[in-house]
């Protein structure tokens, strides 16, 4: 064998190692967090934070807490006198996910889940700035008459300060469903904004390939394709361009179940602020908008209740820096555990 067939196939092997690929096993190598008690036990003494405590980034300005969202005095704590621009929030939707239902993602009274989402929102509207947009991730169940989700975009009218703005789907590539129902393969994603915020334009990947939408410009006839200023088109509010993350994906992190997709919250952020924009998340779960907001030079303030999912947050965003990866796929990101046989 020669010297660069060698060397090829060494580094191929490499390859398939960093990428978690060794063995041919595509098995996650930690189990869903919020479901296991005896893994979060494992886990809480890797965790740098507590209830109440802050991380702050020296290099970037972002700030990881963990905090409670229905607590104004924990969202000051983060925010202090400083406004945003952009809030992104995925909260529980509560849903059973998973058939489980847990902590971090419970399924409650829904007058009570109301109540929960009323006073998590009224802190997101005072620390926005006059001009600002607020995306709320939200899902309906449909073996229960699809609450919450219309009974949540009901109660929205109560903030007179706030302006529905758009109502967006994200088609996901996988799904859920029985052979005696439609495949579920859609998440929701409400838009709202205060004042009269900026909004860039953004395009998807997807090419034009339709002629028509005939106007005259400047006495000549002309079709879409001709006045374009893009190849492609733009997103809509039916995005259908976008991976659902899965194990297979770079970005995935094992443990968290139904974190949202890199690229749904890179695309927000670049449509609904600037470079160095504040963007706030209540709800950083898997740390994807601290991600996204690194990416694309904006300062990111997020926090969870939970401190595991706040470790994750730090990690992720420092795992990033050093080695350019936008998750761990489907390896675990506390070797600590595997390391120390805890």
Known sequence: MSKSKGKNRAQSLFDRYESGMSNISTTERLKRIDLHGELRKKILPFCRLRYGEIWEDPLKGHKVG???ATKFEDVLKIMGDEKATLIINDPPYNVVV??????????????????FSRRWVKNAINVMSENAHLYVWLGADYRDNFQPLPDFMIMMREFKTLKARNFITLRNQRGYGTQKNWMWVRQELLH???????FKV?????????????????????????RSKSATIRPGNVWIDIQQVFYRMEENVPGCYAQKPLKAIERIIESSSQK??????????????????????R?????DIDPIFA????????RFRKTGKTGWQWRNPFPEIDKYGV
Not at 192 to 198: L, Q, S
Not at 299 to 303: C, Q, S
């Open 192 to 198: 709202y904004i205060k004042g009269n915020p900026f």
């Open 66 to 68: 963990v905090l409670d």
């Open 276 to 297: 160095h924009d504040l963007v706030v998340d209540f709800f950083a779960h898997s740390g994807t908008t601290l991600i996204a907001g690194e990416i694309l030079g």
């Open 311 to 318: 470790e994750i947050t730090i990690r992720r965003l420092e």
């Open 299 to 303: 300062k990111v303030y997020t926090f």
């Open 202 to 226: 953004v395009y998807t990947d997807i090419p034009k390939v339709l002629r028509g939408y005939y106007k005259v410009v400047n006495g000549k006839l002309t079709e879409n394709l001709e």
């Open 98 to 115: 998973g058939n489980a239902n847990t902590t971090s993602l419970f399924k409650i009274d829904l007058s009570d889940y109301l109540d």
